[in-house]
């Protein structure tokens, strides 16, 4: 009876306190990258990972934060390493993904390795993209974003052999349909789409550039439930003629969303079962902002259009892997209350007082170990702004400003910037996060 009441407390001390330990952790960096302080920022993620309260397995996550952070502090070969750091540790998760999710069945989702949500896979390249433009590797720039429409391309298809695989592995006799994918509406991204028709375009490969351009409209087209507001097609239509700008503005503003958890606990009275279901569903922000404007020296600003809803299209892709979490969060908690019963019968054949005692310790455990797998990528942003114009070579005085729901300016990020003779494409990039 011993080692079962010591399996019990095995399971106690691992539903631990690190996961919450690691929520609380999101929060504080969250705070710090809102400040606009990336320097700070990133001395706290290096803290935190020394404390190891980002341990070994959210590799993907701290890859991630370093990533975004140093692209704003403008280091931009230390952001692309971590993010293709990021990239790889993604891929090599997802090759073992069916031996790690059954592993999932034990405790919860917070033992495995984190190997990153698919938006955060996709925007990773959009930011490594915006790293090589800055860096002037416009053919780099445009392997990256090439890669965001390969990974939505294969979306649906991703996941098709890891549901077969964990269906056979279920052992449970619950819904037997219940492995499976859920529905997008998202092939393309328009943030993506806008990129690359730029990059083509700066790379001397028009008809490159006029297919993706139709792709970006086709992208508004098709997928109104993340783009509901199209920029204006005159407007739009300049970034296919690449004589007409040297410049590119991309604004960032809000926040990407966050995990939060959502409890449903069960009592059969019948069978003194009982059943703690955790389920993470996405949670996007207000952004303060409704409209962004550059202004150049001393003239009139110039708003921007809103080319991307990043936490709509996270919130659409998610639908796709959302099933499959859900699934395993199932068959976890039916494997628990099995465990729990099986013990309580073995310690009641010994004592009825033990066998009390076990049943209570069981449903202690179950509560315990059951927690939604609430980590994800928390500074990345959730809009996307841009606009192209034409600047002769010289010195800029430039401002991007972020105006409030009901018109006034909340914040503004002035610079100088220098355009050179014959520049092929200046960027300049701004971020509110709000």
């Known amino acids: 009876m011993k080692r079962l009441t010591g399996f019990i407390a095995l399971i106690f001390l691992m539903g631990g306190c690190a996961a919450y330990q690691l929520d609380t952790a999101q929060n504080e960096l969250r705070t710090s990258f809102a400040s606009g302080d990336y320097a700070t920022t990133a001395q706290l993620i290096e803290k935190l990972e020394k404390e190891e309260v980002y341990q070994n397995k959210e590799k993907v996550l701290l890859h991630l934060e370093h990533g975004l952070v140093n692209h704003f502090a403008s280091n931009y070969e230390q952001s692309s390493y971590h993010f293709t750091q990021a990239e790889n540790e993604m891929d090599v998760l997802f090759s073992k993904s069916v031996s790690r999710a059954v592993k999932s069945f034990v405790v919860n989702d ?62 449970t006799s619950t819904d037997d349909d219940k492995w499976k994918t859920g529905d997008t509406n998202i092939q393309n991204s328009a943030l993506g789409r806008y990129l690359s028709t730029i990059l083509y375009a700066k790379t001397n490969k028009p008809d490159d550039a006029r297919i993706e351009y139709e792709n970006l409209l086709k992208a508004y087209r098709e997928q109104p439930s993340v783009y509901g507001n199209k920029p204006d097609e005159s407007k739009l239509r300049q970034i296919t003629e690449p004589e007409r700008y040297n410049v590119l503005v991309q604004a960032f503003a809000g926040r990407a969303p966050i995990k939060e958890q959502n409890d449903i606990r069960l009592y059969l009275d019948e069978s003194d079962t009982y059943l703690k279901f955790s389920l993470p569903s996405l949670k996007t922000f207000n952004s303060q902002v409704s409209a962004v404007k550059v202004k150049f020296e001393n003239g009139n600003p110039i708003q921007l259009d809103l080319i991307e809803e990043m936490d709509q299209v996270a919130k659409e892709v998610y639908k796709v892997k959302e099933p499959i979490i859900y699934a395993r969060t199932f068959v976890r908690t039916f494997l628990k209350a099995a465990a729990a019963a099986k013990m309580k019968k073995e310690a009641k054949k010994e004592d009825e007082t033990l066998g009390s005692i076990v049943n209570i310790l069981g449903k202690i455990a179950q509560e315990t170990t059951e927690k939604a797998d609430l980590r994800s990528w928390q500074t990345m942003p959730g809009k996307a702004y841009a606009t192209v114009m034409n600047l002769p070579p010289g010195e800029h005085t430039v401002e991007v400003q972020y105006f409030g729901h009901s018109g006034q300016l909340i914040h503004a990020q002035p610079r100088t910037i220098t355009v050179r003779e014959n520049e092929t494409l200046k960027l300049v990039e701004s971020i509110y996060w709000n």
Do not use: P, W
Request: aromatic share 12%; charged share 30%; net charge negative.
């Open 110 to 171: 917070n033992t495995l390795a984190y190997d990153g949500e698919d938006y955060e896979d996709i925007y990773l390249n959009i930011f490594k993209c915006l790293n090589y433009i800055h860096q002037d590797e416009l053919e780099s720039a445009l392997v990256e974003v090439r890669r965001v429409t390969y990974k939505l391309e294969r979306l649906d298809q991703k996941y098709n052999g890891l549901v077969e695989s964990l269906s056979k592995a279920d052992t």
